[in-house]
């Protein structure tokens, strides 16, 4: 069983600081994926990084694939309001049904 | 126009009543999920659908059946609900390039 590891599971700041989210596992996915889920709707997809190494940006927030693709990372430059919700990593192992192996989960709230 | 949408959103059920809980695409993906999400669990997939009528079980599938007789809908049955059973349900579908698309989620309440 594939499983994905993620921390810290609950994250609380001001608004301005920066932040990390570790996604970590002892598998190898075939591609990573980055959701953000807010109160009383599914998980909306962000970001899937594919290569060992590759790094991605979306605006103020920061994806990164680890070499051996089998961790992730998430940073967060000058947190604001809007970014507090749940952030959801999900792992991907070319399997037959295209299935994801989600992390627990990372709730952070940024405060004014 | 949100291309997936899940029905009801909100529901309290009695112990031992069935329940099903459905699942409607307009984007004509074969890849249809059922998860279930609760509080120190993350999503954990109940059954997933590879196309019509083709269904497989997935983490925690006992107690709940699916059915898909079209491609457009996936319905989730609780034959029996069971408090353990209270959760938010949430509905995926795929693209081909396992891309997720999640519906609203249903909040399911046993009493």
């Known amino acids: 069983t594939q499983l994905l590891e993620q921390s810290p599971q609950f994250l609380s700041i001001q608004e301005g600081e920066n932040l990390t989210v570790y996604c970590n596992s002892s598998?190898?996915?075939?591609?990573l994926q980055w959701y953000r889920q807010e109160p009383g709707e599914g998980p909306v997809l962000l970001v899937t990084?594919?290569?060992?190494?590759e790094v991605k940006k979306l605006k103020r927030l920061t994806f990164q694939f680890g070499d051996a693709r089998k961790d992730s990372s998430l940073h967060i430059t000058a947190a604001q309001p809007g970014d507090t919700g749940l952030y959801l990593c999900?792992?991907?192992?070319?399997?037959?049904?295209?299935?994801?192996?989600f992390g627990g989960g990372t709730r952070l709230m940024v405060k004014p | 126009d949100a291309g997936i949408t899940q029905s009801p959103r909100h529901k309290v059920t009695e112990t031992g009543t069935p329940v099903t809980l459905r699942c409607h695409q307009t984007?004509?993906?074969?890849?249809m999920y059922w998860y279930r999400q609760d509080p120190g669990h993350g999503l954990r997939l109940i059954h997933y659908?590879?196309?019509?009528?083709?269904?497989d079980k997935g983490e925690v599938s006992d107690g709940y059946s699916v059915s898909r007789s079209k491609t457009e809908d996936f319905l989730l049955t609780l034959e029996s609900a069971t408090s353990s059973q209270t959760s938010v349900y949430f509905c995926?579908?795929?693209?081909?390039?396992?891309?997720?698309?999640f519906g609203s989620g249903t909040r399911l309440t046993v009493v």
């Open positions: 984007e004509n993906h074969r890849y």
């Open positions: 995926a579908i795929s693209s081909p390039s396992i891309r997720y698309t």
């Open positions: 990084v594919v290569t060992g190494g």
């Open positions: 999900a792992g991907s192992s070319n399997n037959a049904g295209n299935m994801l192996t």
């Open positions: 598998s190898v996915f075939s591609s």
């Open positions: 659908s590879y196309g019509v009528k083709d269904t």
